[in-house]
RNA sequence: CGGGGUGUGGCGCAGCCUGGUAGCGCACCUGCUUUGGGAGCAGGGGGCCGGAGGUUCAAAUCCUCUCACCCCGACCA
């Protein structure tokens, strides 16, 4: 690819819009431009990143077995009206055809993966299945971000596995992890495995694969000591216990102390022995009041999975309606609903709101003055011990680039998916899906690898291996480079010929920019010493070489790029 | 959905408070000079100031409504 021909519009200012390091990087180096918010185009650039993506993707899930196919963005509404999914997912696009009838836009196939399985499956001769496709998922996203890392229109490669029962499910799972595994460590990417929510649709068990990075929307808490490690939605953790006073059940007055912040300063004792006491509201169980220590973030996911429903929290009105009391003063004491209360609250004395007007008690336990169902409610944070071994945990901010998940039998059930096993006897084809984001992939890897300058693509996901600048102004130089430019091609090194007009400045702070991992620059210093200048962006380290060794000279470099 | 912010040539911004002929830098076009880390000079093209309504002799500027986009939170198969 020549610059002089090519769609290559680089900025250099970084956009007023963006935020993420790989967002102003994506947009300031030609290869996505917003169309509306979290629609993009991709770009020449941008688009051979993808398609070097989406090869990896291929071969690797072709290796484990996968078969490509391709299925619809449109999907009938009665498919979702099947498994109770049409009316309870906000994110899906709605729309109708001209005849009235109901249609989505598909946000994930299971629906399809399902309906497909009830037709062509009939027998356990007929599995183990694994099919996959690239293709584009619309999603009505509640607020599109960071670039391409949250959009409402990606593509992704999902996978589902169709299993006779619960151990193929186990063995498929497991080839789709390794084969994640070799996708990740092939696109240059770092991450971790993690213990991921199943959500309320429940499944069998899921993980995430998380890539570090300050741009991502979810945190991850791990040991280094035993190699726990679960999204904070999930993760449990031991904190550490304050030293408790031999104080005597008491009311004490708050006068104005209505945070946790204010009670604690006011009584002057450490939060860590007030309680945190909210109540939410769940559409069919109603109120539940959750506990957690005053320092303890409540996590709603994990207060959900313990109601069993989405939940909300409670309206000032309906705090003073259920418990008699402002938001203020609300504790557990003689509280007319059910009580959630955090493990960490099983030991020690607190200090509670006293479901009176200005007014906490001091002295409570759990179990002895108030009880109801424990439950891991807490937001894990760093430093606290690992529920497996006690080693202290750390929390890393992640970018969620694949999951793999076992589904079970809810779609196949749905749908009519069952084969006749060896016995004659129908059973429900087990099932598991697997997704992963190509977009997510480069903007992690440039979330990663990207320094001040620029992109630093890994070779594997970069759109182009070498970047041929053309500075010098004489014919014999103008030509070493378009014959620099051949040879890589003819190599098959994939190569970029900037042949434009520009100064070497510009042309080098471009190159910087686009971050291809071999840098030949072709100018004076062939006239003057017979040589051409190859630098490596990722260290930025020079060598002269002739014209003729370019070729030799990046193949011998590669394993290192 | 709640909170905050921004809309003015392709990009980044000023002008708005205090109404009066729309400006700057970069980019773009032409010419000359220059040429190894975002060149200089000269000339030039391009904007109904997000949209609608209102106030006024006069609106980018004031008022009302609306749309879009960004950030934080909620939500996220």
Redesign the pocket.
């Known amino acids: 690819m020549r610059v002089t021909r090519s769609l290559l519009p680089?900025?250099?200012?970084d956009?007023?819009?963006a935020?993420?390091i790989s967002h102003k990087l994506m947009l300031r180096a030609g290869l996505v431009r917003?169309l509306?918010?979290?629609i993009f185009v991709w770009l020449p650039l941008g688009q051979r990143v993808m398609d070097k993506v989406g090869a990896i993707l291929r071969e690797e899930m072709n290796a484990i077995g996968g078969q490509e196919i391709t299925m619809p963005v449109i999907h009938p509404a009665e498919l979702w009206r099947q498994t109770g999914?049409y009316d309870t997912?906000?994110?899906q696009f709605k729309l109708k055809d001209r005849h009235g009838r109901d249609l989505v836009l598909g946000?994930?196939h299971?629906e399809v993966i399902a309906w497909l399985a009830a037709r062509e499956i009939r027998s356990y001769r007929d599995l183990p299945q694994t099919w996959y496709q690239i293709q584009t998922k619309e999603r009505d996203e509640?607020?599109?971000?960071?670039g391409v890392l949250r959009t409402r229109e990606f593509v992704m490669k999902d996978s589902y596995t169709l299993d006779p029962d619960e151990a193929a499910l186990d063995r498929s799972y497991a080839a789709h992890e390794g084969a994640y595994r070799r996708i990740f460590d092939r696109c240059g990417l770092r991450y971790h495995v993690v213990e991921s929510d199943t959500?309320?649709?429940g499944g069998l068990g899921a993980h995430e694969f998380m890539a570090p990075s300050a741009a991502g929307?979810d945190d991850i808490a791990m040991c280094a000591q035993c190699g726990y490690a679960a999204n904070v939605e999930l993760a449990r953790s031991v904190p550490a216990k304050p030293d408790f006073p031999a104080w005597t059940r008491e009311d004490v007055a708050t006068p104005d102390a209505k945070t946790i912040v204010e009670v604690a300063a006011f009584l002057k004792i450490d939060p860590r022995l007030t309680i945190k006491s909210l109540l939410y509201v769940g559409p069919t169980k109603g109120p539940v009041l959750a506990l957690v220590r005053g320092d303890h973030t409540l996590h709603?996911?994990k207060l959900m999975r313990a109601v069993g429903e989405?939940c909300r929290t409670a309206h000032p009105d309906e705090v003073r309606q259920h418990l008699g009391v402002s938001v203020g003063s609300v504790g557990p004491l003689a509280a007319r609903v059910p009580l959630l209360i955090d493990e960490t609250l099983r030991e020690g004395t607190y200090v509670v709101g006293a479901n009176r007007e200005g007014f906490h008690v001091r002295g409570v336990a759990a179990g002895r003055d108030f009880s109801g169902t424990f439950a891991d409610l807490h937001v894990a944070l760093a430093g606290e011990a690992c529920v497996k071994c006690g080693g202290p945990l750390a929390v890393e901010r992640v970018i969620e680039i694949g999951n793999i998940f076992k589904l079970g039998t809810k779609y196949a059930e749905a749908l009519g998916a069952k084969y006749l096993d060896e016995a004659g006897k129908e059973r429900p084809v087990v099932m598991g899906s697997y997704?992963i984001g190509p977009a997510r992939i480069a903007s992690a890897a440039i979330e990663q690898l990207a320094d001040a300058?620029g992109i630093v693509w890994p070779w594997a996901i970069a759109p182009f291996h070498v970047h041929v600048v053309s500075?010098?102004?004489d014919d014999a130089s103008k030509q070493a480079a378009e014959s620099i430019y051949a040879a890589c091609w003819k190599a098959g090194l994939e190569a970029l010929l900037d042949d434009r007009d520009e100064?070497?400045?510009?042309k080098?702070?471009?190159a910087?920019?686009l971050g291809i991992p071999v840098r030949v620059?072709v100018?004076?210093?062939l006239a003057k010493e017979g040589v051409v200048?190859l630098?490596v962006r990722r260290t930025r380290e020079d060598r002269k070489i002739p014209p003729d060794k370019v070729v030799e000279t990046v193949t011998s470099l590669r394993p290192s790029l």
């Not at 509640?142 to 960071?146: G, L, T, V």
């Open positions: 680089t900025l250099r200012d956009p007023a819009d935020e993420a917003q509306a918010a979290g999914r997912i906000p994110e946000m994930t299971e509640a607020r599109p971000r960071s959500g309320m649709m929307e709603e996911r989405e997704g300058d500075v010098g102004r100064r070497p400045g510009v080098f702070k471009d910087d920019l620059t100018g004076n210093l200048e630098r």
